[in-house]
């Protein structure tokens, strides 16, 4: 069966320091792979999302960065946090291709507080 | 652009009847519906395509009117399981390869 890891599981960080958030995948091969943010009390935004590995793409211009160095490897960064990057990110994936008739598989997230 | 739920919230008791309603301004592929615990992951509830097809769970019912691009999530005989926020996603294209754009949730809280 397939399984899906997100850490860390928390994450409290200050203002200008870098961030790495990191994302697997088990049990399939070549999914699409996706990163949401939802800010408290808010709707998921879509970030980025990931065809295939290099194959990056943004969906809100910000300053966080994802790199897919693996097929099944989601990395989510930052080289200067700010406050309003705190949220709960989610690492998703789908099967390939298909995504808009598919489940999306979500990751147990991971809340970012910056101060 | 976002998707609206409607309404932003529910308080039930149990064993009573809810409807939450999602709304676009573009024409939607499919819709998907999915349900959030506090502090959780969000779990996959439904999909809806156009042209009719539905995928999801037998004891949640949901409906999908593409001419009017709204969707509607039917809630019977709830249960204190149901809490929880729901968040309608749409996709606009069969290959938007799950880029869904989620409507702002609708917590609904069931008491005993």
């Known amino acids: 069966s397939q399984t899906i890891h997100q850490w860390p599981a928390t994450l409290v960080q200050p203002v200008g320091s870098p961030l790495s958030l990191e994302c697997t995948v088990e049990?399939?091969?070549?999914?699409?792979l996706y990163w949401y943010r939802q800010a408290a009390g808010r709707g998921l935004q879509l970030l980025f999302y990931s065809v295939g590995i290099g194959q990056i793409s943004s969906e809100v211009p910000q300053n966080l960065s994802a790199s897919r160095p693996q097929d099944r490897q989601f990395i989510l960064s930052s080289k200067k946090l700010l406050l309003s990057d705190s949220g709960f990110y989610l690492c998703a994936w789908s099967v390939s291709p298909g995504g808009a008739t598919g489940e999306l598989f979500f990751g147990e997230g991971s809340r970012l507080t910056v101060l | 652009q976002q998707p609206v739920q409607s309404p932003q919230a529910v308080i039930l008791r149990e064993g009573e009847d809810a409807v939450i309603n999602c709304s676009s301004s573009?024409?939607?592929?499919?819709v998907h519906w999915y349900r959030q615990k506090h502090g959780e992951a969000p779990v996959f509830l439904m999909i809806l395509l156009k042209g009719g097809e539905q995928k999801g769970h037998e004891k949640i019912s949901a409906s999908f009117n593409e001419k009017k691009q709204q969707s509607s999530l039917y809630l019977t005989a709830s249960q204190l399981s149901y809490s929880g926020t729901y968040f309608c996603?749409?996709?606009?294209?069969?290959?938007?390869?799950?880029?869904?754009?989620f409507g702002q949730g609708t917590i609904l809280t069931v008491h005993p």
């Open positions: 573009k024409a939607l592929y499919s």
């Open positions: 996603g749409t996709a606009s294209g069969g290959t938007s390869y799950g880029k869904l754009t």
């Open positions: 049990g399939t091969s070549n999914p699409n």
